[in-house]
């Protein structure tokens, strides 16, 4: 795997981005579209959204917002089906928190689906949640890392 991460500066490639998380999650996972958008898919100075490219072809993406003073929040993270199992789900992460540590920020937290915790744990992050909840009608687990 050789793929090249692409911090999101234009459009074109939000909408990459955007069309990875239409397959994984509104098609694959039945979240509905309109839960699934909201006010951080856009560029701007309050949202990080990376992009991975592997051989010109668009695999995963996941974006990082402000949480509180010193965290941040990953979110939307998507790999493409084909593309699973492979790494880029972890190179993906690994550069959501490269950003957010030159932001300043001292914590990762992020919203894991219970059936993806197990991916999580080993790159550090540790269930915080008393208990799993169900987001747009998946259980998940909150989780934290200290960056």
Known sequence: M???IVRVTT?????????????VFVEE???PA??????YDVIGSNVHHILLIDEGIPVATGRLIYYKSDAAKMQRVAVMKDYRSKGY???????????????GLETS???GQCQAEPFYA???????ST?????AGILHVRMQKAL
Do not use: C, S, W
């Open 34 to 39: 309109e839960e699934e958008m909201d006010e």
């Open 89 to 103: 789900g972890r190179v993906l992460l690994l550069a959501l928190e490269e950003i957010a540590r030159e932001l």
């Open 122 to 128: 080993k790159l550090g992050y540790e269930v915080i």
């Open 109 to 111: 937290i992020l919203d």
């Open 2 to 4: 050789a793929a090249e």
């Open 29 to 31: 996972q039945k979240v």
């Open 11 to 23: 459009e074109e490639q939000l909408q990459l981005g955007l069309d990875i998380r239409m397959k």
């Open 131 to 135: 208990e799993p909840f169900y987001d």
